[in-house]
């Protein structure tokens, strides 16, 4: 007779799927990588929605015009509201655009 095919999770010694042993193998390419700033900014005691915004910062996330239209969104522009000058992508929008940093911080409760 012949043998049937089986599954085996190869992270788990009883060779069946866990969500605990799937944890543990993302935890462990996790510290394998070495990532330091977002290790620091999961425990930086701070609100979870202003940990929710540096992460999403950090991993270029955020929804800017300039991403919102890279992925097809049909908007008038891809420029920053408040002088129509500069495109808005997270560096213009965090970085040198004053008075869009502060209503960011008012929108997500920062400041």
């Known amino acids: ?4 095919d089986t599954w085996k999770w190869k992270d788990n010694d009883n060779g069946i799927f ?5 944890y543990n193998k993302l ?6 990588e070495g ?4 290790k620091t900014l999961w ?5 979870p929605k202003a940990q929710l915004l540096g992460w999403r910062l950090f991993m270029d996330k955020l929804p800017t015009k300039v991403k919102l ?8 522009n891809n420029l920053c509201e408040m002088y129509l000058a500069c495109e808005e992508n997270v560096e213009h929008l965090f970085f040198s655009c ?6 960011i911080c008012v929108i997500y409760g920062l400041g």
């Open 1 to 4: 007779m012949g043998s049937f």
């Open 18 to 22: 866990s969500v605990k042993s799937a």
């Open 27 to 32: 935890q462990g390419s996790f510290d394998e």
């Open 35 to 38: 990532n330091k700033e977002l």
């Open 43 to 47: 425990s930086i005691r701070v609100a």
């Open 69 to 76: 239209t890279a992925k097809g969104v049909q908007l008038q």
């Open 98 to 103: 004053n008075p869009i940093r502060c209503g």
